[in-house]
């Protein structure tokens, strides 16, 4: 079983940045495709990227095309999350999520079964 701790999330004006992050153990962390998700006020939760267990691979929804980057250290365990120009509509929980299994690229929310706490984001207008 894997434990995922997200970090980094917080206040910020519309326009701005910030960066997720989500330290990993439990597993070899390598082996596993990692993804985002977010969970605005009274909404389901998306899927917003993933990032394939050798980095090779990225997806992302359309809503954050072009302004999110999700990367990965595997030597330090860590999956990221870069946002920029942030949008109010942007403002949700953000939960970083492990692949059920590895050595494959998910881009399917049913195929995570690992997930962190949370962590908050809010950008005011």
């Known amino acids: 079983q894997v434990q995922l701790v997200e970090s980094g999330g917080g206040l910020v004006q519309g326009g701005g940045s910030l960066r997720l992050s989500c330290a990993a153990s439990?597993?070899?962390?390598?082996?596993?495709?990692m993804g985002w998700f977010r969970q605005p006020p009274g909404k389901e939760r998306e899927l917003v990227a993933t990032i394939s267990y050798r980095s090779a691979r990225t997806y992302y929804a359309d809503s954050v095309k072009g302004r999110f980057t999700i990367s990965r250290d595997n030597a330090k365990n860590t999956v990221y999350l870069q946002m920029h120009s942030l949008k109010p509509e942007d403002t949700a929980i953000y939960y970083c999520a492990a692949d059920r299994n590895a050595y494959r690229f998910s881009v399917s929310a049913e195929n995570f079964g690992s997930w962190g706490q949370g962590t908050q984001v809010t950008v005011s207008s």
């Open positions: 439990g597993r070899t962390f390598s082996d596993y495709c």
